[in-house]
């Protein structure tokens, strides 16, 4: 059976407090996986982890069985609960800015999603609903 995920005693602490303790979890390919816990137990944290945002105090983690790093980049979206993207620019000016960091970044496939979803490209971001907000930073 093939993994999408992979942890083997992942372990996180934040100065004395541990937000994540011994986690071994494999998570199999082609399954619809729901993260469920109370505040504090570690979701937030483990998705960070997956995503290279943050480094294990111990232990691994493993994407599509490559260890996360560069090559796993990716692979891995982070959809954060605050938005990184600076409100007074225009969506195309932050196309300009993904296109110049991320080597895979697809512009026209960006640009047709926007389409698909209705989003003006010449819009800034505060204009936007949250839903259509959350759209661009998915996009």
Known sequence: MSYV?????LSKKYGSKMALQDLNLQLPA???????GPN????TTLLKLCAGLLTPTS??????GEPVGQGTKALVSYLPDRTYLRGNQRICEQLD?????YADFDRPRAE?????LNIDPKARFQT????NKEKVQLV
Do not use: D, N
């Not at 082609?30 to 469920?36: C, H, R, V």
């Not at 504090?40 to 979701?43: A, E, R, T």
């Not at 047709?112 to 698909?116: G, N, T």
């Open 5 to 9: 995920m992979t942890t083997h005693h």
């Open 128 to 131: 936007l609903s949250k839903g």
């Open 97 to 101: 800015l993904f296109q110049e960091f």
């Open 30 to 36: 082609g399954k619809i996986i729901g993260l469920l």
């Open 40 to 43: 504090g137990s570690g979701k």
């Open 112 to 116: 047709r999603m926007l389409a698909e």
């Open 59 to 64: 232990g691994s983690v493993a994407i599509c």
